[in-house]
T-cell receptor, first 109, second 114 residues
């Protein structure tokens, strides 16, 4: 079983739509969680950390469900510039990071 | 502020040739350093990580090697490249207390082995 699993998509949504991505992880001892954004042919960049209580940054909301071992990312009012691949990342004891394969999002005019 | 430099940006190498990719970090001390590879249409694969000078851990057996000759320098090498070594190579750093801050990636090297 993979450490981190994501639906690869692709998600094609119209501008202004709300879209949600989920990611599951296998190790219950995982300690910290992140969402990264990767534009085509570019390096991944940290989008936001995910906290147990859930956290919001503008149009982006991240949530963690430890009992079910999944994290989610919600994007409201999608913009064309949100088109990218979104990677979930899980940090396990020993500072081991595991990346999902990414979910592709295309926002359509 | 901390910055990470990786070069070259693109590289085309023949099969059997050697490889050396370099990564340096500025503005921090004793970072954790990582080499990742991303094959076309696939996820990130951790190749090597280092918690200090001369300390290298390998995640995947392959014909690649890594070295950390200085605190903020991380080098990825190969003596003889294979076609399957083509991919997008990313260096990353983190502070040891990574739980909050995650990784920062370099801009990557796109390697094509021909």
């Amino acid at each position: 079983r993979k450490e981190v699993e994501q639906d690869p998509g692709p998600f094609n949504v119209p501008e202004g739509a709300t879209v949600a991505f989920n990611c599951t992880y296998s190790n219950s001892a995982s300690q910290s969680f992140f969402w990264y954004r990767q534009d085509c042919r570019k390096e991944p960049k940290l989008l936001m950390s995910v906290y147990s209580s859930g956290n919001e940054d503008g149009r982006f909301t991240a949530q963690l469900n430890r009992a079910s071992q999944y994290i989610s990312l919600l994007i409201r009012d999608s913009k064309l510039s949100d088109s990218a691949t979104y990677l979930c990342v899980v940090n396990q004891p020993g500072n081991q990071f595991y990346f999902g394969t990414g979910t592709s999002l295309t926002v359509i005019p | 502020s901390q910055t990470i430099h990786q070069w070259p940006a693109t590289l085309v190498q023949p099969v059997g040739s050697p490889l050396s990719l370099e990564c340096t970090v500025e503005g921090t001390s004793n970072p954790n350093l990582y080499w990742y590879r991303q094959a076309a249409g696939r996820g990130l694969q951790l190749l090597f990580y280092s918690v200090g000078i001369g300390q290298i851990s390998s995640e995947v057996p392959q014909n690649l090697s890594a070295s950390r000759p200085q605190d903020r320098q991380f080098i990825l090498s190969s003596k003889k490249l294979l076609l399957s070594d083509s991919g997008f190579y990313l260096c990353a750093w983190s502070v040891p207390e990574v739980a909050i801050r995650g990784y920062t990636f370099g801009s990557g090297t796109r390697l094509t082995v021909v």
